[in-house]
């Protein structure tokens, strides 16, 4: 009995909605024209988005999963997140919208967890000219007819960390 309970669940625990992220396009972002070998990434908030625990591990999970997923897709550059920017590009990556929703919180509420909120704007700017590149809004959402299958941040912040990336892959030359 207990095995076809686990197999039951299973799915439910291991499995669940993917988050679609909506990109708003400000101002696209050009394509550098000079080979660029380092991005200092920023992750900041907006006035409205408190400095509080759940900010600080969306922050730290985006760092991370960007320098991650860069790696991977663009081997030659690379991503630093401290000390003064002197040559490349600057990706300031600003929370503007952020309800957290955990895993846990999502299993053992469901829906009544709430609805997993987070957009963030990037602003790409080129260091020696000090010109913008581009700007977009990405936002991702769960729903509430999601139920325990709804998405949790730690999903959203993966695949708003995915469209970063493909923006930077795509605004570099190498």
């Known amino acids: 009995m207990k095995k076809i309970i686990v197999a039951f669940l299973a799915p439910f625990i291991f499995l669940g909605c993917a988050s679609n992220v909506s990109q708003t ?6 394509k ?3 080979p660029v070998n380092v991005i200092h990434l920023v992750v900041s908030r907006s006035e409205n988005v408190s400095e509080d625990n759940d900010f600080l591990s969306v922050k730290q999970d985006l760092i991370a999963q960007i320098s991650e997923k860069a790696k991977v897709k663009i081997p ?3 991503i630093l997140t401290t000390g003064e920017p002197t ?3 600057v990706a300031n990556v600003e ?3 952020l309800h957290y929703v955990s895993g846990a919180a999502r299993f053992m509420g469901g829906a009544l ?3 997993a909120k987070l957009g963030a704007r990037l602003q790409v700017t080129d260091i020696s000219s000090n010109q913008k590149k581009g700007e977009l809004l990405l ?3 769960s729903k509430f007819s999601e139920g325990i299958l709804g998405g949790t941040t730690g999903r959203q912040v993966k695949a708003i960390s995915e469209q970063i990336v493909n923006q ?5 030359s190498n």
């Open 25 to 30: 396009i400000k101002q696209p972002i050009v």
């Open 32 to 34: 550098s024209t000079n």
């Open 76 to 78: 030659n550059l690379r």
């Open 87 to 89: 040559s490349g590009m």
């Open 95 to 97: 929370i503007q919208e």
């Open 113 to 115: 967890s709430g609805k």
């Open 139 to 141: 936002g991702t959402s």
């Open 168 to 172: 930077l892959k795509e605004s570099t």
